[in-house]
């Protein structure tokens, strides 16, 4: 079970939502709520955070007392005189302190449990909406070429080829899972090289190769937990496998202080990302599109907050060239609000077109958490000659789901003239110069 976190030097108002804020702006802090689909929540978290003062209160009131009382002992033990008395006073006092220090504590997680399972406030240009259908989308690059007619679901293309195994992965770990091999496995390494290369390349970021097991604290200050604890796989002894890259990427830069003169900082990392999809029964269940194991090249951005727009944009325009280097038609829409993810402000979804779907589906999510995580992890910057510091913005994108473009170059650069896949340009040198992958008894045959 998930413990909440507590950190030693922080108050409970620099966790997540601003308490102060929402004291002064209960009626806007509700509106954002609502924006969420959610119910008002300031009234109880007002009452709570009054109580607690209340305690607080009262706790420094007997504080002084005490310490009054415990120097009146020392002057009458000077005097020669009796303080039996005013030592049982200070005793009684700090029994009470002792109380409302630990309904302190109790009531500060309380608080902080609440707060740390709502969602961020959503920036005013996200546009309202109940759910996906609401989506707007904003531009479409590229036009689909396959006929309708030729189009293949990307399971049957690599069965045919002979190079995609869902048998033998289920035997080995159950469903969910697949298992690739020969011409198909080098092709889902190729993608992979191909955008680390583009992005430490061309955009800027810096490589890493981050753990892929995190502990509480930095599950915490991205926004898994305590929300989506079920959605995580959790080892025995009690660290989490990462659904993203995201998530210690952007924990890299927990509690420090940055020059803020030093951001931006942008990082990509190629890692396996797991996910429990305990909220996806039924959904996507034949092939590759939904797995509790996939590969992922992710980007993180932190910024200063006056930068993170346009730096959302930016992060954004370097995943949608992912798309069009490779010639993949693709488009690009604005969640609303009833869709837009629990630590986001804002998020641009970029979804690739799939014929064997016959429609767009995500390969890259792309979102500004605005200063929602660093709150969570005390992230701080400092201009240069001034003391005092303030929370970062904390950006997150794909760039891309490896697995899905994976799906996306099988079924766009199918050939059914011949049942095999072309090699996108841009991917032929990393494919040792292979034009085409052929089902692996043509290709055996055609070698003999």
Not at 172 to 187: E, K, Y
Not at 221 to 238: H, N, S, V
Not at 311 to 332: D, V
Not at 373 to 399: D, I
């Amino acid at each position: 079970m998930f413990t909440p976190i507590t950190q030693e030097g922080m108050t409970q108002e620099e966790y997540m939502h601003d308490i102060k804020f929402i004291r002064e702006n209960p009626k806007a802090f509700d509106q954002a709520m609502a924006r969420r689909n959610m119910a008002g929540q300031s009234s109880a978290l007002l009452a709570l955070d009054e109580e607690r003062r209340a305690v607080q209160t009262e706790l420094q009131k007997i504080q002084a007392e005490r310490n009054a009382k415990s120097q009146k002992i020392g002057e009458v033990k000077k005097a020669g005189g009796d303080a039996a008395g005013l030592m049982d006073e200070v005793m009684a006092l700090k029994n009470r302190m002792t109380e409302l220090e630990e309904k302190d504590r109790t009531m500060g997680e309380s608080l902080n449990l609440h707060l740390s399972s709502l969602p961020n406030i959503l920036f005013d240009e996200t546009p309202d909406g109940k759910d996906e259908s609401q989506n707007v989308e904003l531009r479409r690059v590229g036009t689909p070429i396959l006929k309708k007619s030729d189009a293949k679901d990307h399971t049957d293309i690599g069965e045919a080829l002979g190079m995609m195994d869902f048998e033998t992965a289920a035997k080995i770990s159950g469903s969910r899972f697949v298992l690739m091999h020969s011409g198909l496995a080098r092709l889902e390494r190729a993608l992979a090289q191909f955008m680390l290369d583009t992005h430490t390349g061309e955009h800027g970021y810096t490589e890493v190769s981050p753990p892929l097991l995190v502990n509480d604290k930095t599950a915490y200050g991205t926004g898994q937990l305590p929300k989506f604890a079920e959605d995580l796989f959790r080892t025995t002894r009690g660290d989490w496998l990462i659904p993203t890259a995201e998530v210690p990427l952007t924990n890299m830069v927990a509690d420090m202080i940055i020059d803020q003169e030093d951001t931006p900082r942008r990082y990509c990392a190629f890692t396996p990302c797991f996910r429990s999809e305990a909220g996806a029964a039924g959904k996507d269940t034949r092939g590759m599109l939904r797995q509790h194991q996939f590969y992922k090249v992710e980007l993180v951005s932190i910024t200063a907050p006056e930068d993170s727009i346009a730096e959302h944009e930016r992060m954004t325009g370097c995943a949608e060239n992912i798309l069009k280097k490779l010639e993949l038609p693709f488009r690009t829409i604005v969640l609303c609000s009833g869709d837009t993810g629990f630590g986001a402000r804002k998020t641009y979804d970029i979804e690739v077109w799939l014929p064997g779907q016959d429609r767009y589906r995500e390969i890259s999510s792309c979102s500004n958490c605005g200063d929602f995580q660093a709150r969570r992890m005390n992230a701080r910057l400092r201009k240069k000659g001034e003391k005092e510091t303030r929370f970062a913005h904390t950006l997150n994108g794909s760039g891309v789901a490896v697995g899905r473009a994976l799906i996306a170059v099988l079924e766009n650069y199918y050939d059914p003239a011949d049942g095999g896949v072309r090699i996108p340009a841009v991917l032929k040198p990393y494919m040792g110069g292979v034009e085409k992958l052929m089902p692996l008894s043509l290709a055996t045959s055609r070698a003999a």
